[in-house]
């Protein structure tokens, strides 16, 4: 499930970066997000993608040239629109969309920049995913849940330091 640092990840996410961009415009703003934006961190090989758009009717209103290019619904994520996209029956990519006005306390931003400049935390989350992994193979729990609470206390930090109030970081 989890797989070493791939330093093709950067080029992945700037593949479909661009392929996202060709669809939405210069309004979108796209930033690798995710664990395989965490330069030496273990991650899911699956690429995952911050999407800033005007609003997120925007999403709809392009809908057809996502759909066309492979862009698929299919997340459990209830707080923002997420399209996925997959190769040979696997998936490869997440975009998660956000509207201009909620961007800047993103946590899935929030939770990447902080792993980068702080990298006792970035230790600190690898190990639990690795624990998160073996939970769920014991069927303790679901990988997200069990990598759940490392994540809030980590997104706590990062939305304190910015002068944010705490939220729940779970969004499924």
Avoid at 29 to 35: A, K, L, M, P, T
Avoid at 106 to 126: F, I, K, M
Avoid at 149 to 170: K, N
């Amino acid at each position: 499930m989890l797989v070493p640092y791939d330093p093709s990840w950067p080029d992945r996410f700037a593949a479909a970066a661009a392929q996202l961009a060709a669809i939405g415009g210069p309004e979108w703003v796209i930033e690798h997000i995710g664990s395989t934006a965490i330069p030496g961190m273990r991650a899911k090989p699956v690429i995952d993608l911050a999407v800033r758009v005007p609003d997120l009717a925007d999403v709809e209103l392009h809908r057809p040239a996502l759909d066309a290019a492979g862009w698929v619904r299919g997340s459990g994520v209830r707080s923002h629109p997420v399209l996925l996209s997959e190769s040979g029956g696997e998936r490869t990519h997440i975009a998660h969309f956000f509207a201009a006005a909620d961007w800047d306390a993103v946590n899935q931003r929030l939770l990447r920049d902080w792993l980068r400049e702080h990298p006792d935390d970035a230790q600190r989350y690898s190990r639990a995913k690795c624990a998160a992994v073996a939970a769920s193979a014991r069927g303790e729990a679901t990988y997200n849940a069990a990598k759940g609470p490392a994540i809030q206390e980590i997104v706590d930090r990062a939305r304190r330091a910015r002068g944010l109030p705490p939220v729940d970081a779970s969004d499924k």
